[in-house]
């Protein structure tokens, strides 16, 4: 029913229509709807104001784990939270992102609990569909913006100073932020190229030495012939043995060639054999065969004698030359040893080294990288200097507005400035950014997070969210007892500010301030009632001037009939 006037009012805004709670704290069962503009929640402490906030910040991802089964009211198995909003173009741009569809321009958000077998579990669904909680809170922005007492840990956290003051900036800082991160992801890319082909050298030097040490060890070595070790093997043997082997031979010379009267030699024998042939050839040419076999076995014989001859040439008993070749044959067993690798392996071994230990030109590449690095990171540093004089001027820009905003809320003395301080680069820019605060003259500026009040706080963050209303087109928002605390003419400032900031968009207050709760377009009463020992919290738009004129009598306390007239002319000022 709201959808064409509120979307017609606030296109560019996502708007909270209705809020369904069922089973959550003290609430039984309540449906609320919403309409655009300036809406107060007032009633008194304890009545459950605050189950409202606490019921939106669940549904949208807060609560989590077991403190999300505190919400459940005493009792119950099953409990939800059920909102419904009109999407803003930012809204739609998310859905569309993860594949979702909507229908009429509207989100419903919901969240359950069940509970069985000692466990409560919780679901998400946007229209209908399980999303997870991840996905919630990435959408969370987009819809409600929170703000409550005691938030310091939003100034706390790294960078939202500086998203603060680039959210000032608006479409003038974006094609700045873009530069600076897009130059800052190509000098980051080449810097790790850099990085690995630094590593990469590194890394061939030290194999490159490790080989280098092992082809000179191996070419000290002079291997060359993979049969080396056994032919030292076998002169070693020779040299060992070589008492033994002359005997031998002696004997098979004493046997085969030389002889003595008593025992002819072989050769003599064959000779004599071979001298009795001939003359049987003379009677009988057929044994020329026989005759010319023995020729050649003759001739066989003295060859062998010959190699036994030469074989007896060679044999040295010369001590000198064993413990040469033990040596050498020592070192070709420890370089064998050293490597598990026989010696046609490490002659192949050596071989490969000597073709490839050469040092790639990694050199060049480095220079050649470091130049591209250099150029980089020059673009880098230009983007980001353009972005730092942008926010030099945004800052005095803020703090001007600031200012202006805060003193009618009973700070005049304050001072605040932004201090920007440089940083290592990253792709938000090379600025530190720290909002500095004195709330009067005669205190030095500090940092806002260390010395400023509660309410001094929550009195900065409305006038903050209401600068920062200019430029940020997203979500609704809603304070939780902003003016907590305050003197009558800061709440009409502050008063004034929400129903400003409600111009453009949906703004939500809880507040115990009749002029704030006066200021509001829509007002709901929160009440708390015992019936049969059963506490519950009931919420009911005040419609009729009457009744909002009573609750903000209540509100500003005192005798009854004089807050009557009081709250009275409070709505007639608004209405005027």
């Known amino acids: 029913m709201y959808g064409p006037l509120l979307s017609g009012l606030f296109p560019d805004i996502a708007l909270l229509t209705s809020l369904r709670l069922s089973n959550i704290a003290l609430i039984e069962s309540l449906e609320l709807s919403f309409d655009a503009g300036f809406t107060v929640l007032t009633g008194e402490t304890g009545a459950g104001k605050s189950i409202l906030l606490d019921a939106l910040d669940a549904l949208l991802g807060g609560a989590h784990g077991t403190s999300g089964c505190k919400l459940l009211r005493n009792g119950a198995k099953r409990a939800q939270i059920e909102a419904s909003f009109l999407i803003s173009p930012a809204v739609d741009f998310w859905l569309k992102s993860h594949s979702l ?46 703000t409550v007492q005691g938030q310091t840990h939003k100034f706390a956290k790294l960078g939202q100073q500086l998203s603060w003051l680039d959210q000032f900036g ?50 000290h070595a002079q291997i060359d012939d993979p049969h080396e070790d056994q032919k030292l093997q076998e002169e070693q043997d020779r040299l060992v043995n070589g008492v033994r082997l002359q005997q031998g031979l002696r004997f098979l010379f ?27 050839l003379r009677l009988d ?40 070749l033990q040596q050498r044959l020592q070192t070709l067993k420890r370089l064998q040893r050293k490597y598990d690798l026989d010696l046609s392996e490490l002659i192949t071994l050596k071989d490969k080294l000597r073709d490839s230990l050469r040092l790639s030109d990694f050199e060049g590449t480095i220079t050649s990288l470091k130049l591209e690095e250099d150029n980089l990171r020059k673009l880098r540093d230009t983007s980001n200097n353009l972005l730092t004089a942008k926010r030099s001027t945004l800052a005095c820009q803020l703090e001007e507005m600031m200012v202006n905003k805060l003193r009618p809320m009973g700070m005049q003395n304050i001072r605040f400035e932004i201090d920007i301080q440089a940083k290592e680069p990253n792709e938000n820019g090379c600025d530190s950014i720290q909002f500095l605060f004195s709330a009067n003259p005669d205190n030095p500026l500090l940092p806002l997070v260390d010395v400023a009040s509660g309410g001094e706080m929550s009195r900065f963050l409305l006038a903050l969210k209401t600068v920062l209303s200019t430029v940020d087109d997203s979500s609704t928002m809603i304070f939780d007892e902003i003016d907590a605390g305050v003197s009558g003419r800061v709440s009409c400032a502050i008063a004034e500010l929400l129903k400003a900031l409600a111009s453009d968009r949906q703004v939500f207050c809880i507040t115990h301030q009749p ?27 005040l419609v009729e001037i009457q009744d909002r004129q009573r609750e903000i009598a209540e509100l500003a306390g005192g005798d009854f009939a004089e807050a009557s007239l009081y709250a009275a002319s409070l709505l007639d000022q608004q209405a005027a």
């Open 101 to 146: 569809e909507t229908e009429d321009n509207e989100l419903v958000i919901s969240r359950e609990w069940r509970g069985g077998d000692g466990r409560i579990i919780s679901r998400y669904r946007l229209n209908g569909i399980v999303v997870n909680r991840e996905q919630i809170l990435s959408l969370r922005p987009f819809l409600i913006d929170f």
């Open 254 to 280: 004493a046997h085969l060639k030389e002889g003595s009267e008593d025992f002819p030699s072989v050769l003599d024998q064959l000779l004599m054999c071979i001298h009795e042939l001939d003359t049987i």
């Open 170 to 219: 608006g479409d003038s800082l974006k094609t700045l932020r873009s530069n600076v991160r897009k130059d800052w992801k190509n000098w980051h890319k080449s810097l790790l190229r850099l990085d690995e082909a630094k590593a990469d050298f590194a890394n061939s030097k030290m194999k490159y030495d490790e080989d280098l040490i092992i082809l000179e060890e191996l070419e």
């Open 515 to 541: 002029l704030v709760a006066a200021a509001a377009h829509q007002h709901f009463r929160v009440s708390k009632s015992h019936d049969l020992g059963v506490t519950r919290s009931d919420v009911c738009k």
């Open 285 to 324: 040419s057929s044994l020329q065969i026989q005759k010319d076999k023995s020729l050649d076995l003759e001739a066989g014989l003295q060859d062998l004698i010959n190699s036994f001859e030469v074989y007896a040439s060679l044999l040295d008993s010369n001590p000198q030359r064993l413990e040469e």
